[in-house]
């Protein structure tokens, strides 16, 4: 496990800590050692304000993912023993599919020749096709929300499963309502799952590339695209510099729950 922790994660990070202190001449990687490359990063306005933005929405579709995944999660697990498991499998077929196609797919739907704009126009709500469907930040925060769920819902699904339902019997029978049992029974029991489906929500959602590039728009640009910018135009420094700038800030991330949430507690 430590060999495979090393040459899938800690090699390429030290491979682009080196890049990100070196320089680019004619094509060529110089192994110089400079700061040009992270001075570059903060003194151009573009470059943290795309950061800003993709942390922002990457924020907000996390959000937007954790509340509606755990309603489903939990109705998953409490209100069909049945069909749990035909249910749980509906949920992560989406991820038997292409990414790609995916998208595709959502742009099919959200297009101006889309079956929403289509519809609408038929039942004569609106008179031309709605401008923010597509290539817009909601476009964005939609699909990526859509792309995110089966991700959550595994996540907290396996956290309720765990749990122990005759604590909420007793809660009812100690006279506690519906949302205060919720409050301080149910979600601090799950609250490891609800982490959980947070950070394999928003780390992919940070580093995500195909999204934004295919129903995002010119105010909807995000990082990943941008590092892949420089990487193909062989600007590799700067590429590694705004790579490691955000691998910073996503392990940042990843430890703040375990640093203030007592988790091994709460597991146990």
Known sequence: MAVVQVGLFVLPMAIMFLYSFWTTRNFQIVPTFTLDNYRAFFESW??????????????????ATLVLAYPLAYFI?????????????????????????????????????????????ALGLIDAPLPFLLYSPFSVVLVMTYFSLPFAVVAI?????????????????????????????T????????????????????????????VG????????????????????????AMSFIVALIVLAALALPWRYLDLGRLER
Do not use: C
């Open 157 to 185: 699904y396996s956290s309720l499963e765990k749990m122990d339902w005759a604590l909420l019997d007793a809660a009812a029978d100690l006279g506690a309502r519906p949302l205060g049992a919720f409050w301080h029974v």
């Open 46 to 63: 573009t470059y943290p304000r795309v950061l800003l933005r993709t942390l922002g929405t990457a924020v907000v579709i996390t959000a």
């Open 77 to 121: 697990v409490r209100y069909t023993r049945r069909w749990q498991k035909v249910l749980l499998a509906a949920v992560v077929l989406s991820f038997w599919t292409s990414g790609l196609l995916r998208a595709y797919a959502w742009m099919a739907v959200l297009g101006h020749g889309g079956i929403i704009n289509k519809g609408l126009r």
């Open 217 to 240: 728009g010119p105010t909807s640009v995000m990082i990943a695209p941008l590092i892949a910018n420089q990487m193909q135009a062989f600007q590799l420094g700067l590429g590694a």
């Open 187 to 214: 979600l601090p029991q799950t609250l490891p799952g609800v982490v959980s489906a947070a950070a394999l929500t928003f780390v992919p959602l940070v580093g995500m590339f195909f999204v934004p590039l295919l």
